[in-house]
């Protein structure tokens, strides 16, 4: 029984190799989380059990995969910055896109119980991923604002939708919180919100700036092998940050992250 | 903070489409599961529970993707075949097999605990995956084989070593062992399975031919809707076999799955 | 001045290579053809010295290409079929369809003046190219059946058209052709043209039916090298034919050119 | 016979589409040129005839593809850079790379009598072509670089080599010449032509550095619309250069050429 005579079929295989010299974009998306969130109780608008999991997942990621520079969080998504010159698994798409997806879902399942103590997962998390290349610094940075962008729109809207349908002195249906939020902008949706005693620009920043993930300078107590004794060194730390990635301030403090 | 002025850079996402009217394979390898083995203590040549686990996790994707017609799992790997048909995400590439690994990781994970009881899982499982395109029946069937080759030269090498390793008559060094096996071919590999007392033609079929799960027609019984009786119907059940598919007894009795 | 220090921007280059075990299509089309042929005064409906001139060309690309099957051609496009084993250029699908469009472009400004004696070539003609696989027969076959079809359509609302612009007894202006045009189905334009005494299909079939080119058996006259005296052989000539390749007759009679 | 049954291969056709606000480069090259320029008597080591109209071909593509910014050629090959920016047929590759290369073919065919008008056209000449990506400046001008370098590494070996075969002083056979040429380097090379009496850096630049085609400013007379006088306009023309672009000198006086 001879391998050799059937062996022919592994020339059908065709891996597509990614540009060399560009920025990488890996985004992973929850695949059907609408329904998934609604099974386990998701908090609404914002469950921070949810976007804690997910913050320690991209964590696990980026602890196996090292040269990822950054990582962006929101919802149900989550994007991984590479460098430019990645090499990783020879730039080959669908090595690169399945392993991260899959250790992603593996951390998913793994600290479900850390963060979700009570409740048992009732069906199967999954996650699609995409590979998209950016050449150029601002591409790149324009896809990490596009991305926070849209963590704003989404967290106001929804912010306010759920002040509509759970707010005590509210208590509108899905359907009409839907239609009055039709007819309404930016402002008028930040208006709404103070009328419930919102001060939108003064929720949580991990709510509404989404989750930035970058190897941060700490200062950590170690014990000197030398001598025993504490001391306190500079580590880089995978760190989750909840600030505002669209502007400059954040990469001039970061100049290392993104070369042109 | 519009999204408009960044949403541009959507339009470097490039999907790649698969070509129609091809049978469609998406295999799945275990990452570094040589260490995870390891570290999980499986039991060697084969444990039953790390494939039976494997088995319950291709049928979890079976269920999801109800037009796979067959699947093929051997080792740390499993083939799911799709019809020359199907229409699956618009047979765009990244997205099926994205998809499906993270599936399968996410049964993996969660269904661990219900085949290694006592044992904790010590580190991430993680799976890559690929997309190869078959365009006639006979290429499909050739890749079976193979794969189904692969496994039984693979297993008789196993048989053989971890004999030679673990047996109380034996107990070679895995260097020593090694050795051994270089200098022998098929015949020798039985030979010595012999003096061991084996016959490896009567091993487990389990671990000789692999899994190949298909909806096979099983009477079930049910209790009528109408009558409230107990009464046996044909259903067509996701079903582990143990059976040779390289000749054409497999496919002659189950002539709808590959039609020319 | 040495080239290793710039040679690393070779790899940026990225051939794609075409599946293997499926039927090719390359398939040229004119580029602008609609004005080069109004420069060139082509006679309307059907220029004969225009049609003849794009089979000797695909003629001298099926000499050079002689893996090619078969060739169809109509108005100012010509498909070349290669076999599902075709091992050219290792398939890269850039290679193929760029040398292929590049010969064809070369013989049609060479073999121009054989045609159109009197016509001085006033602008450079020029074609695209693109690579299409077919994974069955049936696909194969129905592409090629696609292209005829199209051939007649547009070949009987032409000569309709022309016939009202043209005919003495008509004379109508473009638009009026084309607004007559529009209300008619095929048996109104096949009915139009009886009243100008035109049975469409007793016309030319070379313009009805396109042009397949193909390597046909013919007994041709040769000196025989070893008595000198002429001999009638066998010999496979690749041989225009006007001919209908929808039905089976075709196909029948030459067993050999498509195989499942 | 609708075409209605048999459209449906349309969708078997797959275009690849080429990452946006990346540097493209289309580079043609001559098919079998060593058979070529033998039998049509090429000078060698350069014919001027043959360089000119390979020149003449890069001006018509550079006229019809007004986005192109540049083109260099050496030897059977040319290269064309389009900006960051074109939209080109929707930057599908093989629309781009076929036409691109059947112009050039056009041009070659069409054009020949103008440079070889003693030498009629014996065989078919045809070209390949492919699209190369850049997506940093940098990455372009290093390509740029690499094929000047190739241009000068070759001509110095064809300068030398030919000069052994053909100098009355020396008539080696070609096996002789390149016995000699495979153990001298560089030095050796100039210093052999030397002896010639050759100053190998003052040849004609044409042959050291290939061809560069830009759109220059240029004083043209042109005869005014309004006084009919005849005036000094400053206009962009397409312009053969035999310069070295890969220092910075040629760049800095074309700043919009090539902007990061």
Redesign the interface.
Known sequence: ???SK????????????L????FLVVR?DG?SFHRFTKIHNYRKPNDPRGINLMNACAI?VMKEFNDIILAYGQSDEYSFVFP?ETALYGRR???I???L??????????KWKDYFEDTE?QS?????????????AK?LR??L??RQ??C??NNLYNTAFWELVQNPSSLKTEQEAESILKLTDSGGKNELLFQFGINYNKLDPMYRKGTTISRESVLVEETSKNTGEIVKRKRKILTPLYVDI?GEEFWKERPHLIK?
């Open positions: 029984m001879a391998c059937y062996e022919y079929v592994k020339h059908f295989e065709n891996a597509s190799t540009l060399k010299n560009t992973i695949h696990e430019r798409e669908a090595k896109e399945t392993n997806v899959s250790l992603f879902t593996s951390a998913f399942v793994f997962l199967l998390p999954s996650f699609d991923a995409r590979c998209v290349l950016y050449p150029t591409n324009d896809y604002s596009w962008a849209d704003h729109i669209i042109e």
